[in-house]
């Protein structure tokens, strides 16, 4: 079975540019959340989505933007690109996305990340 | 500001020895805990989780301990090997979705 997929594997933009990094969630899987990976850092959460909808959203500014599609795949858009931008944008995808807390069918696999160059 | 941070940045094992990686929490909100392990150029791996109403768990090769009164937690590799060399997270869950890492422990096997 394939596991979460994301693309383009490494991208280089300049300030001030638009970028949109798309992830596939494993097959089954309807919640997908995104994450910024600083080197040398852990990920920092960003959104996540269920059902299309955003669920929960991090400490990001509203240049950071998301979507989620009828077949759950997702987007990550950021606009007006700053040097700090620079990371590795993480898309987990998970399963059942009940509320009240976290179960098993809730547990977060992540795909290979995108590496994102701000010059 | 919530954190969830470990104790030492670089861990250094001898191969077949026994590795321990520590995390400290400081937000105890959470009922649920994961661990990640992170190879170069690919994402987090799940490794093993554990409930805050558990004090141990195992998997293979693996243990998880979870100490809530000072809030604390270990991952324990047995018979460590050359392919356990990763960043090892720590992820408290709040919620049923929000994970929190810490910075990660780099875990070097030596030969």
């Known amino acids: 079975d394939a596991g979460v997929t994301q693309s383009p594997t490494h991208l280089i933009k300049t300030r001030g540019q638009q970028v949109t990094l798309r992830c596939s969630p494993i097959s089954g899987h309807k919640s997908v959340s995104w994450y910024q990976q600083v080197l040398g850092q852990g990920p920092q959460f960003i959104f996540q989505?269920?059902?299309?909808?955003?669920?929960g959203r991090g400490n990001f500014p509203d240049r950071f933007s998301a979507r989620q599609f009828p077949n759950y795949s997702s987007e990550l858009n950021v606009n007006a690109l700053l040097l700090g931008d620079s990371a590795l944008y993480l898309c987990?995808?998970?399963?059942?996305?009940?509320?009240?807390?976290?179960?098993?069918?809730?547990?977060?696999?992540f795909g290979p990340g995108t590496r994102l160059t701000v010059l | 500001g919530e954190s969830v941070g470990l104790h030492l940045p670089t861990l250094s094992v001898q191969e077949g020895d026994n590795s321990i990686i520590n995390c400290a929490y400081s937000?105890?909100?959470?009922?649920?805990f994961i661990w990640y392990k992170q190879e170069s150029g690919k994402g987090p791996q799940f490794i093993i989780d554990?409930?805050?109403?558990?004090d141990k768990r195992q998997g293979q090769r693996v243990t998880v301990l979870l100490n809530k009164t000072v809030k604390h937690l270990s991952l324990q590799i047995a018979a460590t090997q050359p392919g356990d060399s990763a960043v090892y997270f720590c992820?408290?869950?709040?919620?049923?979705?929000?994970?929190?890492f810490g910075t990660g422990t780099r875990l070097k096997v030596l030969a």
């Open positions: 989505y269920y059902e299309k909808e955003e669920r």
């Open positions: 987990a995808s998970s399963g059942a996305g009940l509320a009240g807390g976290h179960s098993p069918t809730d547990t977060q696999y």
């Open positions: 937000n105890s909100a959470s009922d649920y």
């Open positions: 992820a408290e869950v709040k919620g049923t979705y929000k994970y929190i």
């Open positions: 554990i409930r805050s109403n558990m």
